[in-house]
């Protein structure tokens, strides 16, 4: 895999409070595919035939994506991971050259610009980054638009829920 450009990679080993299962044919090109992304790969499991069966793949700390050996099911999963600070066109240029299908950058209505990229294998992977520029007016939109009971940064909790 290539080396990542971003910050330095949480190599630990800890509880991940949250990962996502991809399914696929070929693990070294999953691997590949991914690194353009800014996946490493933390770790690599043996199977009982000593290939490798499982792959711990990880971008920034709990982002953790277990790759395992197998037949996938296209279309199947959709996992969305936070950006951080990249630059998302020259993301998807690294994945289009590494013969992944892309969307994006785009934005959304919910002030983000995504990149959507699908695998060999049928998954979907975005990488998601708010739009700074747009961040009063986000806050505002969301004030005014969503419900529920949450809190918006910058301001004190508050319950949107419309009675």
Same mark, same amino acid.
């Given at each position: 895999?290539?080396?990542?450009?971003?910050?330095?990679?949480?190599? %630990?080993?800890?509880?991940?409070?949250?990962?996502?299962?991809?399914?696929?044919?070929?693990?070294?090109?999953?691997?590949?595919?991914?690194?353009? +992304?800014?996946?490493? *790969?933390?770790?690599?499991?043996?199977?009982?035939?000593?290939?490798?069966?499982?792959?711990?793949?990880? $971008?920034?700390?709990?982002?953790?994506?277990?790759?395992?050996?197998?037949? %996938?099911? @296209?279309? %199947?999963?959709?996992? @969305?991971?936070? +950006?951080?600070?990249?630059?998302?066109?020259?993301?998807?240029?690294?994945?289009?050259? *590494?013969?992944?299908?892309?969307?994006?950058?785009?934005?959304?209505?919910?002030?983000?610009?995504?990149?959507?990229?699908?695998? *060999?294998?049928?998954?979907?992977?975005?990488?998601?980054?708010?739009?700074?520029?747009?961040? $009063?007016? *986000?806050?505002?939109?969301?004030?005014?638009?969503?419900?529920?009971?949450?809190?918006?940064?910058?301001?004190?909790?508050?319950?949107?829920? $419309?009675?």
């Amino acid at each position: 895999m290539t080396e990542k450009t971003g910050p330095a990679i949480d190599r %630990s080993i800890y509880p991940m409070p949250m990962f996502v299962n991809l399914v696929s044919r070929d693990l070294d090109a999953t691997q590949a595919l991914y690194a353009a +992304a800014g996946f490493v *790969a933390l770790a690599t499991i043996p199977g009982r035939d000593g290939a490798p069966l499982l792959v711990h793949l990880r $971008r920034e700390k709990f982002q953790d994506i277990l790759v395992i050996r197998g037949t %996938s099911v @296209s279309g %199947s999963t959709t996992a @969305s991971f936070a +950006a951080g600070d990249v630059d998302l066109v020259e993301v998807a240029k690294r994945l289009r050259a *590494a013969g992944a299908e892309v969307t994006g950058p785009y934005d959304t209505s919910w002030f983000a610009t995504d990149v959507a990229f699908t695998d *060999a294998d049928g998954n979907k992977i975005v990488l998601t980054a708010p739009r700074t520029v747009d961040q $009063r007016q *986000a806050r505002e939109w969301v004030g005014g638009n969503i419900t529920g009971d949450f809190e918006v940064p910058g301001r004190t909790p508050f319950n949107t829920d $419309r009675q």
